[in-house]
């Protein structure tokens, strides 16, 4: 019987909790930042929102909710629309982009995959006004694209894409589609490759198995992307500013005129928080999602 018991060596040890403790402490810090700092200023900017203004524009604490009524403006309607629509827009077509470049990347990249991903992603080090900036170049009438489209015929004098909403939304599309390709990357790499071929034996071809296989299989990493290209272009002003004219403004634009040329900071403030309370709304939709994908998973 004594052979039976279980030694003092076999024994199942406690788990050691002093890592936990030690990455407690050092996410602390962190975490008093973005309490004392991220939240007080929403807090502050939700107060300013019922505030006032005295007669030289500048803000006072009080309980005024004309900043608010006048969300129900139809210009300030009009440019939340436009403003989502863009977004959108720039989701759905990083996405496009960003799936066979991902793709080709992680599942036939090879050795090189490491490089391929360093050229896209370096680029991007660079400031992002300074990219805009040239990028506006790019598509200004006399740019290298235009000149190339109406040299092959596709384009006459009169064709712009600078002042339009094709120019902001290619803007928007060019300063945040690395977000897209980093997890839909990050997801096909995970992916086991022998389902991608039993798919091919099941579906009979590449776009059967694409859109019943490899989509499945990554639409959690195609739904990271979509929110990380989403909270920043909804809330973007620079590419509609550089790319776009009066009838092409954003939120973001109209955020940042309310709160310096306007001195209109009620109103301002109430503008953020309806962008924020959009971003809010999106992100809860992607943490559900996420949270029954792992449910179905666990099953």
């Given at each position: 019987?004594?052979?039976?018991?279980?030694?003092?060596?076999?024994?199942?040890?406690?788990?050691?909790?002093?890592?936990?403790?030690?990455?407690?402490?050092?996410?602390?810090?962190?975490?008093?930042?973005?309490?004392?700092f991220l939240i007080a200023?929403?807090?502050?900017?939700?107060?300013?929102?019922?505030?006032?203004?005295?007669?030289?524009?500048?803000?006072?604490?009080?309980?005024?909710?004309?900043?608010?009524?006048?969300l129900a403006d139809p210009?300030?309607?009009?440019?939340?629309?436009?403003?989502?629509?863009?977004?959108?827009?720039?989701?759905?077509?990083?996405?496009?982009?960003?799936?066979?470049?991902?793709?080709?990347?992680?599942?036939?990249?090879?050795?090189?995959?490491?490089?391929?991903?360093?050229?896209?992603?370096?680029?991007?080090?660079?400031?992002?006004?300074?990219?805009?900036?040239?990028?506006?170049?790019?598509?200004?009438?006399?740019?290298?694209?235009?000149?190339?489209?109406?040299?092959?015929?596709?384009?006459?004098?009169?064709?712009?894409?600078?002042?339009?909403?094709?120019?902001?939304?290619?803007?928007?599309?060019y300063g945040f589609v690395?977000?897209?390709?980093?997890?839909?990357?990050?997801?096909?790499?995970?992916?086991?490759?022998?389902?991608?071929?039993?798919?091919?034996?099941?579906?009979?071809?590449?776009?059967?198995?694409?859109?019943?296989?490899?989509?499945?299989?990554?639409?959690?990493?195609?739904?990271?992307?979509?929110?990380?290209?989403?909270?920043?272009?909804?809330?973007?002003?620079?590419?509609?500013?550089?790319?776009?004219?009066?009838?092409?403004?954003?939120?973001?634009?109209?955020?940042?005129?309310?709160?310096?040329?306007?001195?209109?900071?009620?109103?301002?403030?109430?503008?953020?928080?309806?962008?924020?309370?959009?971003?809010?709304?999106?992100?809860?939709?992607?943490?559900?999602?996420?949270?029954?994908?792992?449910?179905?998973?666990?099953?």
């Amino acid at each position: 019987m004594a052979l039976l018991r279980p030694s003092s060596r076999t024994r199942r040890r406690k788990p050691d909790t002093s890592g936990s403790r030690m990455w407690t402490w050092f996410m602390l810090p962190g975490t008093l930042w973005i309490t004392g700092f991220l939240i007080a200023s929403l807090i502050l900017v939700a107060v300013l929102a019922v505030g006032t203004t005295d007669d030289l524009g500048n803000p006072r604490f009080g309980f005024d909710l004309a900043g608010v009524r006048a969300l129900a403006d139809p210009a300030y309607t009009e440019v939340m629309l436009r403003s989502l629509g863009y977004a959108l827009l720039t989701c759905l077509i990083c996405l496009l982009i960003a799936y066979p470049v991902a793709y080709t990347i992680a599942l036939h990249g090879g050795r090189y995959k490491n490089a391929l991903i360093a050229a896209i992603v370096v680029p991007f080090f660079a400031n992002y006004l300074v990219r805009m900036y040239g990028w506006s170049v790019v598509l200004s009438d006399d740019g290298p694209l235009l000149r190339a489209l109406r040299a092959i015929g596709l384009a006459d004098g009169d064709t712009k894409i600078l002042n339009t909403g094709i120019g902001v939304v290619a803007g928007l599309v060019y300063g945040f589609v690395v977000f897209m390709i980093i997890p839909l990357y990050a997801a096909l790499e995970r992916l086991d490759v022998s389902l991608i071929e039993a798919g091919r034996d099941l579906y009979g071809g590449p776009v059967r198995t694409f859109f019943f296989v490899t989509l499945p299989a990554t639409r959690q990493g195609a739904a990271a992307g979509l929110v990380l290209v989403f909270l920043p272009a909804m809330g973007d002003f620079v590419s509609a500013q550089l790319m776009g004219g009066p009838d092409q403004i954003m939120i973001g634009n109209l955020i940042q005129d309310k709160f310096f040329q306007g001195q209109n900071w009620p109103l301002g403030s109430a503008l953020t928080m309806l962008l924020m309370l959009v971003l809010l709304l999106g992100m809860f939709g992607y943490l559900r999602r996420t949270r029954k994908d792992e449910a179905e998973a666990a099953r």
